[in-house]
């Protein structure tokens, strides 16, 4: 059975910083793209970043590009998000997703395992 679990989330003021972590469990993560996505209520899941399997390649939603930073370690089957600057519109829950592919995509659709999320709320 896969499990993906996140951490790291709590409430923080505008302009300090969290890092997400989300463990892998039940699948080795090292063949497959890793994203984050994010929920804010009353919206849509969307794309946060994602990571090429071997860490190679990042791609970054454009709001968060250069204060979000996503990195990975196979040996430990795990993937990061390090949040800097955080502003009060990045509040929402976050999810980590395992890619159906190894390298990442902004779809949703192409990711196949999903964690239960971690609340991010910034408060300005």
């Known amino acids: 059975q896969v499990q993906l679990v996140e951490s790291g989330g709590g409430l923080v003021q505008a302009g300090g910083s969290l890092r997400l972590s989300c463990a892998a469990s039940?699948?080795?993560?090292?063949?497959?793209?890793m994203g984050w996505f994010r929920q804010a209520a009353g919206k849509s899941r969307e794309f946060v970043a994602h990571?090429?399997?071997?860490?190679?390649?990042?791609d970054y939603k454009d709001s968060v590009k250069g204060r979000f930073t996503i990195s990975r370690d196979n040996a430990k089957n795990t993937v990061f998000l390090q949040m800097n600057s955080l502003k009060p519109d990045d509040t929402a829950v976050y999810y980590c997703?395992?890619?159906?592919?190894?390298?990442?995509?902004?779809?949703?659709?192409?990711?196949?395992?999903w964690g239960q999320g971690t609340q991010v709320t910034v408060s300005s």
């Open positions: 039940g699948l080795s993560i090292a063949n497959y793209a």
């Open positions: 990571i090429k399997w071997d860490g190679a390649v990042t």
């Open positions: 997703a395992v890619g159906t592919y190894s390298h990442g995509t902004r779809s949703s659709y192409d990711y196949i395992y």
